[in-house]
């Protein structure tokens, strides 16, 4: 797995002035050119003012105009990139508007370009907001997985953009912003490639491999992977329970970042089920090859471990990953069947495809050691919140509202939307057993928070939040600055919460 980052590099200077293959401005939809797209325009005898007039190009979000001003400028094409309206912009617009430009270069064949920062000027970012959206949008756009192509493979694509930036006070914020931005970047493509590898080749052992690099190659990072031996000596019935119908043997993956630091732990928990056959409880054949990322939720956990260590936040930080397979065979676990959990609460097994909820009991459970000052799991966790809120909000249920609203806050920040559901007793109700503490499913009705609902018996003693993520994670339809298939949700918006973090 080789994670690709394109380059992007800062220089002080004038954009009309830039030669190569492309430069990249933009345009507020209903205003003429002004600034940096001013003078480019001018350089090029008025091209951009022409296309407005004519109504070719309205600045629309998103929208995007390409020219090719021949003698007039050095470089060989100019993309112009719509803003939308003044009054909307925002930071998610100056993504939105790098991702479509490296998009459309990428596309057409372009290696190298420079643009400016979109929204720095008269969108008023300030510049390292600006700088930092730009890179890692840019970044996250150009993400391709062709890891399995066997013709074609890399020969086209964006190599190099260059921050082209006026200001010379500004080129060190710039720079600095930009290196964030790539390290968020790189962390999300990690997750967006173990997303998308197959699940041949993503199994527990690949994320425990890859959890093993990462501390390796990391700074301040431990990693420690406890084998199924490890888990039956502390009494990890659930998860060996789910584990048992596959021949991949299950992991449970301890990260840590900067133990040294002297307090209690952020932790991170994400759900590992690299591949959800439903168990007994068979999935229907249609769509289950989506299935290898029931997994992204540990993908976001080990994305989001990666990039706080590239940054160097001055935080401690844990990441737990639970990660098993979830097939049939004579051994694997049935309705009907009590697990007893590593808290020694009992779960009776009403439908074996309810399984995430189980593996994450025990590492909610397990989380408790660490005395965190707060824990986060993520998980595609259930249908029923694809339901509820589609593909375009995270589900989050909480204990703390605190800790909620640092999440929530974290989420507009990175436009990784969550959306807080009632976690009222009536829903705990539901999961009540006859024959055991509780069992793993409460029926349709509010299926989503009687899953959450569970975890909560098993997230006790610290601040706790959860995020479905199971409308999110992946996706059928490409936007800006994410392509199909596994978007590794969840990353950024983790890596925020730890950059906002309050000291302790």
Known sequence: MAVRVIDITVQQGEIQKRSGEAIVVNLFEGMRPGGATAAVDGAAGGLISAAVDSGDFTGKRNQTLLLYPGK????????????????????????QAAGT????????????????????????LDVADAAEAVAEASAMACYRFDDYKTGGKNKKGLRRLTVVERDRRSIPAVRRAVRCGLHIAGATCLARDLINQPGN??????????????????????????????????????????????????????????RKAGHNPLVFVGKGVTFDSGGI?????????????????????????????????????????????????????KPGDILET?????????????????????????????????VVDLATLTGACVTALGHHATGMMSTDDELANSVRAAGERTAER?????????????????????????????????????????????????????????????????????????????TQLARDWRKP
């Open 201 to 258: 080749t993503a199994t527990p052992t690949y994320l425990a491999r890859t959890a093993r690099r990462i501390a390796r190659e990391g700074e301040g990072l431990r990693c420690q992977v406890l084998d199924e031996a490890g888990m039956k000596r502390l009494g990890m019935g659930a998860l060996l329970a789910v584990s048992r119908g596959s021949v991949e043997p299950a992991r449970f993956i301890v990260l840590e970042y900067n």
């Open 342 to 374: 590593l808290s020694g609460k009992t779960i009776e097994i009403l439908n074996t495809d309810a399984e995430g909820r189980l593996i994450l009991a025990d590492a909610l459970t397990y989380a408790a050691r660490f005395k965190p000052v707060a």
């Open 72 to 95: 007039e400028m050095e470089a060989s094409r100019i993309l112009v990139v719509g803003l939308g309206r003044k009054e909307e912009f925002s930071l998610e617009v100056t993504r």
């Open 101 to 124: 430009a490296a998009r459309k270069l990428q596309n057409l064949g372009v290696r190298q370009a420079s643009t400016i920062l979109h929204g720095s000027g008269a969108g008023g």
């Open 418 to 494: 969550v959306w807080p559901l009632p976690l009222w007793d009536e829903y705990r109700e539901q999961i009540r057993s006859d024959v055991a503490d509780m069992k793993n499913t409460g029926g349709r009705p509010g299926g989503a928070i009687t899953a959450a609902a569970l975890l909560a018996e098993f997230a006790q003693g610290y601040p706790w939040v959860h995020l479905d993520i199971a409308g999110t994670a992946w996706t059928k339809k490409a936007r800006p600055y994410v392509p199909k298939g596994g978007v590794g949700v969840g990353v950024r918006l983790l």
């Open 281 to 333: 409880s068979i999935k229907s054949g249609v769509g289950m090859d989506d299935m290898k990322c029931d997994m992204s939720g540990a993908a976001a956990v080990l994305g989001a471990m990666q990039a706080i260590s590239s940054l160097k936040l001055s935080l401690y930080a844990v990441g737990l990953v639970p990660a098993t397979e979830n097939l049939l065979d004579g051994k694997a676990y």
